[in-house]
């Protein structure tokens, strides 16, 4: 998104996108911090899952004030300022049309049983009407069904309309 913020909103994303470039480096970081609690000695383990907590602690409360940023001022004050929903939705499916499926499905399958009932219809209700029908139908079969109660799965089946 950050291309199109910047045509319409000049220096509107340069903080964020700094901070995703910083984000990639940090994870970095920690993946090879865990690498050396999985290789340390059992004298060293200790303090190298210690040296880990705290570098992910920090991580993820910087990441907090980060994701805030990014859903309450760059939506409102930017996004929604400067671009269409039909814009916005766009931008979004070419972000995900750019991830690999197994990516996507992984975030489909904590996403959707996390999801109620009207949010559930509302996400795959659009997949249905964006989506090849086959990646459609590999969420609902692999993310859904087995993520779902009977009772969950038979209520979103019916209310898109399509057969379980």
């Known amino acids: ?35 050396q609690v999985e290789s340390a000695s059992d004298a060293a383990r200790p303090a190298a ?12 409360a910087e990441n907090l004030v980060h994701m805030g940023e990014e859903e309450t001022d760059m939506q409102t004050r930017v996004l929604h300022a400067h671009f269409t929903d039909e814009e916005i939705m766009a931008m979004e499916g070419r972000i995900l049309s750019g991830l690999p499926p197994e990516l996507i499905m992984g975030f489909m399958n904590i996403m959707i049983p996390a999801m109620n009932r009207d949010e559930r219809v509302g996400l ?8 090849p029908p086959e990646a459609f139908n590999a969420v609902l079969q692999v993310a859904a069904r087995p993520n779902l109660s009977a009772a969950d799965f038979q209520d979103l089946t019916q209310r898109l309309g399509v057969s379980a």
């Open 49 to 60: 899952v210690k040296k880990l907590y705290l570098a992910f602690s920090a991580f993820v």
């Open 124 to 131: 795959l209700g659009m997949m249905k009407q964006r989506a």
């Open 1 to 35: 998104m950050h291309p199109s913020i910047e045509e319409r909103a000049k220096g509107a994303s340069l903080k964020l996108a700094s901070e995703h470039v910083e984000h990639n480096e940090e994870m970095d970081e920690l993946r090879a911090l865990a690498t």
